[in-house]
């Protein structure tokens, strides 16, 4: 079974954990009833930092194809706007590199080459973002490269405020797209993602997925721009005062 299989069938399950048991109607919101649902979760990854800096504007001094990401989080039990959300991103750079960590470099079959690379000291291509009133968020940043064996791909995790479960996942980028990007500098010295993945599948890992997350890109000046909602899971005060330990640092 597919890792993703697994996460989606745990997710769907996520709501039914808080309270024993939730209304007909929020359980079908959460299981993915048209436009308004729950994101499709994916795991964390080696690569995430507990506390990224609060800022909208994420390339710094990396070099890379504009990329402006337009995020809507949703509460998938009401389809309504959820201010307050802390929504965390992070991405490699054109040569497939994340900042804050020690890379470890690959060969083509997967196995490490006993090379690194070592960036623990820099946190460019991170950051987070508090949804306004409309629960939108806007990040400015560059078109991730790419890295054996991954499709091209960005992390996310969304914080509701209050009484929620956070939502983790990754949103994977077209093959089309990405070819274009990768003729181009400074991503054209390592070519193509040699990755590919499906383009009639409704996701680039699992195609039994809904489709929601893949990032649809559009022209913007010099470069990309994406607009994507994500539903998460949020109780309010529903089941009372949310205890410190849940609360946002």
């Avoid at 929020?26 to 690569?47: H, K, M, W």
């Avoid at 987070?128 to 009133?133: F, G, R, T």
Wanted: hydrophobic share 35%.
């Amino acid at each position: 079974m597919k890792r993703r299989t697994i996460l989606k069938g745990l997710a769907s399950l996520a709501p039914i954990s808080v309270g024993g048991n939730l209304l007909a109607e929020e359980a079908n919101y959460a299981r993915g009833t048209g436009v308004c649902r729950l994101i499709s979760q994916d795991i964390l990854g080696p690569f995430a930092i507990e506390q990224p800096p609060l800022r909208s504007e994420l390339a710094l001094d990396q070099a890379g194809v504009p990329l402006e990401l337009r995020f809507q989080v949703l509460n998938a039990f009401n389809c309504q706007p959820l201010p307050g959300a802390r929504v965390s991103i992070w991405h490699s750079n054109a040569d497939g590199m994340y900042s804050a960590v020690e890379n470890v470099i690959l060969d083509g079959s997967g196995q490490p080459t006993g090379e690194k690379v070592d960036y623990r000291n820099r946190d460019w291509l991170r950051g987070a973002q508090v949804s306004d009133e409309a629960g939108r968020v806007v990040f400015k940043t560059i078109v991730p490269g790419w890295y054996f064996p991954r499709p091209t791909h960005l992390h996310l995790q969304v914080f509701p405020p209050d009484f929620g479960e956070v939502a983790t996942t990754q949103l994977y980028f077209p093959d089309t797209d990405c070819d274009q990007v990768y003729r181009t500098e400074p991503y054209a010295k390592r070519g193509p993602n040699t990755v590919r993945t499906d383009p009639t599948a409704d996701s680039p890992v699992d195609g039994t997925d809904e489709g929601d997350l893949w990032l649809s890109l559009k022209p913007n000046g010099s470069g990309l721009a994406a607009e994507h909602t994500i539903g998460v899971t949020f109780y309010g005060k529903e089941f009372g005062e949310l205890p410190d330990i849940y609360k946002q640092s």
